[in-house]
């Protein structure tokens, strides 16, 4: 049987294996060409986790979300343009896109006045730009959250991949 951490800056990918109970080598022997060691090695930053174990650890463990937390904090293209996206429920996440959606609507003709000249005015329309930019950005990372909520639900057998 394996020991138990007690390593106090565990990885995000020790957190969720531990999350489920597995030891390394169950870990080991439940996802293809993984061993313990492997294992060892990801979750201790000894080796550089590349993306295609990062799918099979999120498929395996059944947590979609590793695969947006390595985009967003270990991928060199993904830092800095991908969003971390949290697991959130699916009420906060619609009410979250409603609000954005609504707030969007309302500043609608500011941003056609901003755009028709093709150019942002620093002077003028900049700090308006900047905010609507805001607004935008709040509404893709919501609509990010809904994507790995339906990840969650298809990992978890509660929805059918077929249907989406």
């Known amino acids: 049987m394996g020991r138990k951490s007690t390593k106090e800056n565990k990885s995000i990918y020790q ?32 080796v550089q986790v590349r993306p295609d174990d990062v799918k099979l650890l999120a ?9 947006n937390y390595y985009c967003s904090t270990e991928c ?8 971390r996206v949290e697991s959130k429920d699916l009420v906060q996440l619609v009410v979250e896109i409603i609000n954005g959606v609504n ?3 309302a500043e609608k003709a500011r941003l056609l006045e901003i755009a028709e000249d093709g150019t942002v005015d620093p002077d003028g329309e900049l700090e ?3 905010r609507i930019r805001e ?10 959250g809904l994507q790995l909520w ?15």
Do not use: H, M, W
């Open 15 to 46: 957190l969720t294996r531990e999350e489920l109970g597995l030891t390394r080598e169950k870990a080991g022997e439940l996802i293809p060409g993984f061993s313990q060691e492997k294992i060892e090695k990801i979750e201790n930053d000894r």
């Open 128 to 130: 308006d730009f900047l």
């Open 135 to 144: 607004s935008l950005q709040k509404i893709q990372i919501s609509a990010a």
């Open 150 to 164: 339906v990840e969650e639900k298809i990992a978890q057998g509660e929805l059918e991949k077929e249907d989406f």
């Open 59 to 67: 498929e395996y463990y059944k947590k979609p979300g590793l695969c």
């Open 103 to 105: 707030k969007l609507s």
């Open 76 to 83: 060199p293209i993904g830092i800095g343009r991908t969003p």
